[in-house]
């Protein structure tokens, strides 16, 4: 089974910190991924990455940076938590080339609190 | 820019019933996939079933099928038989076919509920 683990499932941040969100994927997946999801409004794609070192701006990328040294790992970046960041948030990993099936696999979520 | 419209906010049936999510999308897009995701309350999101655009058979999943309506640009997930582990949020989902790299665009999901 493809098993996609998130550092924290809840975590409580004051504004101005600096905040990272780790998630790992066992799986080799090419792709990885980081959703937000607030109620009423769905989720929504912050940041991806096809490969180690690359990635792509999704829908709300501002406020928000990631890294991928490793390709089991990608990490979320809140440079400066606001309130307004307040949310949780999903990481999602998916296969490329001759594994793809466009299925993308989630993680438990983050539930962060900026207080 | 894709959008992917889910109408029902919340939906309530009873146990066994058959219930059917709606959601539409617009794109200009001539290949693509949608998806139904599954998140259960407290747990993980989980695919539910999922359809190739240049398909036109509809998708089915045991009890979960979908009525795909390119034309109308209509998705809907009919649900046979509910059981209360159904009870989830179900969210509808869009990708362009880029090869399988690009992130999903959702609905803003349909809480299902069902009642013993």
């Known amino acids: 089974d493809v098993k996609v683990t998130q550092s924290s499932r809840y975590l409580v941040k004051r504004t101005g910190e600096k905040v990272f969100l780790e998630c790992v994927q066992d799986?080799?997946?090419?792709?990885m991924f980081w959703y937000r999801q607030d109620p009423g409004l769905g989720l929504r794609l912050i940041y991806f990455?096809?490969?180690?070192?690359?990635?792509e701006k999704g829908d709300i990328p501002e406020g928000y940076s990631v890294s991928r040294e490793k390709k089991e790992r990608f990490s979320l970046i809140l440079e400066s938590a606001s309130t307004n960041q307040t949310s949780m948030y999903l990481c999602?990993?998916?296969?490329?080339?001759?594994?793809?099936?466009?299925?993308?696999?989630f993680g438990p979520g983050t539930r962060l609190t900026v207080t | 820019a894709q959008t992917v419209t889910q109408s029902q906010p919340e939906m309530s049936v009873q146990e066994a019933e058959t219930v059917t999510l709606s959601c539409t999308y617009d794109?200009?897009?001539?290949?693509?996939?949608l998806f139904w995701y599954k998140q259960p309350p407290s747990r993980q999101m989980i695919l539910v079933i999922r359809q190739e655009a240049y398909k036109q058979q509809n998708a089915t999943e045991n009890r979960f099928s979908v009525n795909f309506q390119k034309a109308a640009k209509s998705f809907s997930l009919k649900i046979s038989d509910s059981q209360l582990g159904d009870t989830a949020m179900y969210f509808c989902a869009f990708m362009t076919s880029g090869g399988g790299a690009d992130g999903l665009t959702f609905g803003k999901g349909t809480h299902l509920i069902i009642q013993p």
């Open positions: 990455s096809y490969d180690v070192k690359m990635k």
């Open positions: 794109t200009s897009e001539n290949n693509y996939y």
């Open positions: 799986m080799d997946h090419e792709n």
């Open positions: 999602a990993s998916s296969p490329l080339g001759d594994r793809v099936t466009y299925e993308q696999y």
